[in-house]
């Protein structure tokens, strides 16, 4: 390993919408990393997600914008792949149960094949989020609940607005 590089930790998702769960990964990450840079997935096997591309990625970016080494990109591309733009990255993931484990256990080992190189690290989920992802706010905002405590104060009322109009399609 050479010590004077900079250490980046990629954190991936598709952010729909960012929740605090997330957020909390991320800022522990900008802690141990250099620099952090959260890339919003396009995902091509997730269909209809609630937000478009643009407005999760503009959601992140209010979202981390008090962390100077953390910043925002998107891929459309495998994340194995995109990880090659960086030297001395590791992906950095989120673990909230048995079976984020199995999934992202899997996930890892297609990723090794793809890029030998590349790591991912995982960092166990804060308690009082194991419970929270993004389907869940989706879900809870469908139905009006209460957004406090789940995803960033700022954000409420957009996503609010949002599940009005999801809600007719
Ligand atoms: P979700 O599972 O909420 O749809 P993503 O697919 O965007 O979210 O997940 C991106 C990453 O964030 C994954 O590594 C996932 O494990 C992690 N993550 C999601 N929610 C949480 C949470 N509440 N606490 C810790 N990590 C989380």
């Avoid at 999760?56 to 970016?61: G, K, L, P």
């Avoid at 981390?64 to 459309?76: F, G, K, L």
């Avoid at 194995?80 to 909230?96: C, D, Q």
Wanted: hydrophobic content about 40%; overall charge neutral; some cysteine.
């Amino acid at each position: 390993m050479n010590g004077s590089k900079k250490r980046i930790a990629i954190c991936p998702g598709s952010f729909d919408p960012i929740t605090l769960g997330h957020l909390n990964i991320i800022r522990r990450s900008a802690q141990i990393f250099d620099e952090v840079v959260v890339c919003v997935m396009m995902n091509a096997t997730k269909t209809s997600p609630m937000f478009s591309i643009e407005e999760r990625v503009d959601m992140v970016r209010r979202a981390v914008v008090r962390y100077p080494n953390v910043h925002v990109e998107t891929a459309d591309i495998l994340l194995a792949e995109y990880a090659r733009r960086y030297e001395n990255a590791v992906i950095v993931k989120g673990l909230r149960a048995a079976s984020d484990f199995d999934y992202e256990f899997q996930m890892n080992l297609i990723n090794k094949k793809i890029n030998p190189e590349l790591e991912t690290m995982f960092l166990t989920a804060s308690e009082k989020y194991t419970f929270l992802s993004s389907s869940v706010v989706r879900e809870m905002a469908a139905y009006q609940a209460d957004l406090t405590g789940l995803v960033p104060s700022e954000l409420i009322p957009e996503i609010e607005e949002k599940a009005r109009t999801w809600r007719k399609n």
